[in-house]
């Protein structure tokens, strides 16, 4: 899901948690094939957070507002499979650890889609063990698994918890019948909150719930049931993303024909702060601006890590990678990606080296967002300036400026953050 940091009021913040591991837009500008990296990248590895993503890019039906780069059994048709798949994420693991050479065990691991859980239990411990294979894991490694409610089962559960998973993420969206509609959801209201009791039941600690607000029709009372449904499951995080209208998508279609309404930026501040104020008035507080957690254990430390500027190796088609100043994705199809990698080829499509100013930029924006905030000492002397305008205008806490020497967002600010980052960095 890639950021629209053309919009002054939040968006669905995807930066890290984008089915394909992005952190922003990349195009696809340099074939890279075989893929190497170069040495500077490699300096520090092991040093900075790793992570591993992987992208499972399998769906049962296509929700209308999706963009991720996933198929359901007609678009595939023959030419890919599940199992396809699968050799051809064991060989880019396999490949991964030859191309960094003594790859650090990873610290995170998310597996992310797409539907993962539609894998089936014995199908995501495949994953983890081709992991485990390819680079070990950290002790006390996070290992998540994003699942779709209906998709799942005590079983299920049960599964992956013994085959080392530690965190689940389910797609919730909404507790509104008519909202899960719209939003071509399968699932009924309430099977979320029997997923996190049987999710509960076999073991997991951590367990998230993402929210989708601003769908065309969605009430206020709409909003509200979710957050009841979301607090009465007892979840100790929950992901809140304002719904963006991806061109090409049948809910653009549907926007564009005037079937549906176009969104309403005033509307989507004033549910996100409805979220907030019932979340935080819950114990579940905001770290970064588009998740909230019950405690710093709670927190996504995979999503902190692209937060924090660290490494990742993302497998599977369309996965995006970074290390070291460097940045890769993958060819998209699933039978493409499987056939190249059988082949003995790179499924790299192509890469970029980030500039010192694509850094400096991608720094502000992400860090910049989190509730630590960013050090002013990551700004010029005109950044600096910005920043104490914004605080004089309530965007910037004062206090955090003043005694911490960092940028840190108000609650109105929240609201606004994209505009403070491009002052920060004008």
């Known amino acids: 899901m890639s950021t629209s940091w053309e919009q002054d009021h939040v968006r669905p913040d995807r930066a890290g948690q984008r089915a394909d591991g992005d952190t922003g837009a990349v195009p696809e500008k340099t074939a890279s094939r075989p893929f ?15 992570g591993v993503y992987v992208h499972v890019p399998f769906c049962a039906t296509r929700c209308g507002y999706c963009d991720f780069n996933t198929y359901t059994a007609g678009e595939l048709g023959s030419g890919a499979s599940p199992e396809s798949w699968l050799g051809g994420l064991e060989r880019e693991l396999e490949l991964a650890a030859e191309t960094l050479g003594a790859p650090p065990a990873a610290d995170t691991v998310f597996v992310g889609g797409g539907t993962p859980s539609l894998l089936g239990a014995s199908g995501l411990a495949s994953v983890l063990d081709a992991v485990r294979r390819a680079f070990g894991l950290a002790d006390g ?19 992956i918890r013994d085959a080392g998973y530690t965190r689940v993420s389910l797609g919730m969206q909404s507790a509104a019948r008519h909202v899960l509609a719209i939003l071509d959801r399968v699932h009924t209201p309430g099977r979320p909150g029997a997923a996190v009791a049987e999710a509960r039941a ?40 304002a719904l963006i209208v991806e061109e090409g998508t049948a809910l653009a279609r549907r926007v564009r024909t005037g079937e549906l309404p176009a969104l309403d930026d005033d509307v989507l ?57 460097v940045r890769w994705w993958n060819l998209k199809h699933p039978a493409r990606y499987a056939a190249t990698l059988a082949e003995g080829g790179s499924p790299s499509a192509g890469h970029e080296v980030l500039t010192e100013q694509d850094r400096h930029l991608e720094r502000v924006m992400l860090e910049l967002r989190v509730v630590e905030g960013l050090p002013l000492a990551a700004l010029d002397d005109a950044g600096v300036a910005e920043a104490r305008a914004a605080a004089a205008e309530g965007l910037l806490d004062p206090s955090a400026l003043d005694e911490r020497g960092r940028a840190v967002l108000t609650d109105r600010g929240r609201l606004l953050a994209d505009g403070v980052v491009r002052r920060l960095v004008a």
């Not at 979710?226 to 809140?240: I, K, N």
């Open 269 to 325: 501040a004033a549910d996100y702060e409805l979220i907030d104020r019932v979340l935080s008035g819950a114990g579940l507080t905001w770290y970064e601006v588009s998740n909230w957690a019950a405690s710093e254990a709670a927190r996504c430390r995979h999503n902190v890590g692209y937060w924090r500027g660290g490494d990742w190796w993302g497998a599977g088609p369309g996965a995006h990678s970074h290390v070291g100043g």
């Open 141 to 159: 490694a996070e290992v998540t698994t994003e699942s779709n409610p209906e998709s799942t089962s005590p079983e299920f559960f049960a599964g």
């Open 36 to 50: 190497s990296l170069p040495e500077t990248a490699l300096a520090g590895l092991g040093t900075r957070p790793f």
């Open 202 to 241: 076999a073991g997991f600690e951590h367990v998230n719930l993402d929210v989708i607000y601003g769908t065309p029709g969605e009430r206020v009372e709409d909003l509200q049931r979710s957050l009841d449904a979301v607090l009465s499951a007892g979840v100790d995080h929950v992901s809140a993303y």
